[in-house]
């Protein structure tokens, strides 16, 4: 769901990388700004209503046809 150009990745439990991830984060505004900006894009494009309504209704409509 996150890439590389929305996000920061982090082994599973490694709580010292999450949190100098954390740290880097915060200590760069225009960083943030990127991403943030595309988390809009992706979710735009990605997460329309209808697509999203469409894939809940196959998967609705598969479940209580088994």
Same mark, same amino acid.
């Given at each position: 769901?996150?890439?590389?150009?929305?996000?920061?990745?982090?082994?599973?439990?490694?709580?010292?990388?999450? #949190?100098?991830?954390?740290?880097?984060?915060?200590?760069?505004?225009? %960083? +943030?700004? @990127?991403? #943030?900006?595309?988390?809009?894009?992706?979710?735009?494009?990605?997460? %329309? +209503?209808? @697509?999203?309504?469409?894939?809940?209704?196959?998967?609705?409509?598969?479940?209580?046809?088994?």
């Amino acid at each position: 769901l996150v890439s590389k150009k929305e996000g920061v990745f982090v082994e599973t439990g490694d709580v010292e990388g999450f #949190s100098t991830a954390t740290l880097n984060m915060l200590d760069n505004e225009t %960083k +943030i700004k @990127k991403m #943030s900006a595309n988390c809009r894009k992706r979710a735009l494009r990605d997460y %329309k +209503i209808e @697509k999203t309504v469409s894939e809940h209704v196959k998967m609705y409509e598969k479940i209580t046809s088994e």
